[in-house]
């Protein structure tokens, strides 16, 4: 940086080049606003490099081959990890962001390289590779920092080095024996991936169900397949301690112990706002930033700080924080201008999915796919519900699809209101039904209606006729 680059003015500063912030300065930027895009690692962020795209380059040749296994007259293909390896190293661009940062410097925004902290209302200053740079921003700064892995607090637990999610998606090997610790998507991914690349697999899961957060039955499909394929599932263990000896060796809360050559802790995540600077504008350091649905902080007058995607704990997805930049980087740039808003539900200047229909799906051998509430969620928040389920194995299509096909499907209909208010689909290839049924709790597409949805014959999607024909009666 030059000495005519210490200070610098911008309509907008966002801290954080992951999809969330790239999104979001692109959207200012395109509402006539200068932005400069801060970035302490890679322009791209965590989803580029150690999250979305190489965990699914791993789990795809997984997939495939378990799809292949099961249609008849075939043969399940050979995994070549290296081949493996090579094809996420490659979606990963080699942990290099230079494709990145042409795309950002090409849509007009000012790639800023270092850490950044606030300094006060619309103030950030960026510590760089030799030189210090104050920014100061005319509208808004914007928090894009997301999170980062969470180790529990246990004896030994540094001498041991263990992996986090990023350890698991950029290994250079399979370990011959990895421990995993947790029960969430991260664990059950990481799990299903080394254990095709060759990885004698342990998942210890402290309750007593995977994917908590899905229906029940999504859990125990998941915990199924994993099983058959190899993996060592135990529920009801807890971790109490660790060391290094050549070899990992776990204490278990039974008075067991479980030796490895690599364990990871798929534990949690933490928002990235420790060393931000919060302090400087009256927030708590280290802490989530709620904010209202146009993306302001709570707790900050002027109007002037935003905070999107996993940072404000609303969903923690990565489609979900490009929403969130997309509607925020909008709305910026229409304050800015004087622009009325549009702020009714599901308004242009509102975030609205990232609450009332989030999609997820977990890409295991079955894969999971989910939108919206679940039966436990919606009967919690008061709704008058009915859950409607069908074997998916019984669809024409599915059994097409794969012998054998094992799956499950559940939507939970609002009986007052007869809309759909969340869909779950378990089993091979249902990642694809998901948009469907995002489309319908989005819409609030009547029941009535959906029945004129026809599916096309033979495929799987005819799960949703079947659906529709029990609720019927």
Known sequence: MTAAQEQQTYDVIVIGAGPTGENLADRAHAGGLSVALVEAELVGGECSYWACMPSKALLRPMAARADAARVPGLEAPALDPAAVLATRDAFTSHWHDDGQVAWAEGAGLSVVRGHARLAGPRRVVVEGPGASLELTARHAVAVCTGTSAVLPDLPGLDAVQPWTSRQATSAKAAPERLAVVGGGVVAVEMAAAWN?????????????????????????????????????????VSVRGARRNGEVVLDLDDGSELRADEVLFATGRRPATADLGLETVGLEPGGWLPVDDTGLVQGVEGGWLYAAGDVNHRALLTHQGKYQG?????????????????????????????????????????????????????????????????????????????????????MVVDLDREVLLGATFVGPGVAELLHSATVAVVGEVPVSRLWHAVPSYPTISEVWLRLLEAYRG
């Open 196 to 236: 095709a690349l060759g990885s004698r697999v342990t998942l210890l899961v402290r309750g007593e169900r995977l994917l908590d957060r899905m229906e029940d039955f999504a859990g125990g499909l998941v915990a199924e397949g994993l099983r058959t394929a190899g993996v060592d599932v135990r529920f009801g």
């Open 326 to 410: 997309r509607v925020f980087g909008a709305v910026i740039a229409d304050r800015a201008a004087g622009r009325e808003l549009d702020t009714v539900p599901w308004g242009r200047s509102v975030a609205t999915a990232d609450v009332a229909a989030v999609p997820q799906v977990v890409f295991t051998d079955p894969e999971a796919a989910s939108v919206g509430l679940t039966l436990a969620q919606a009967e919690g928040a008061g709704r008058r519900v009915r859950a409607v389920d069908f074997e998916i194995g019984n669809v024409a299509g599915a059994s097409l699809f794969a012998e054998g096909y094992r799956g499950r499907a559940r």
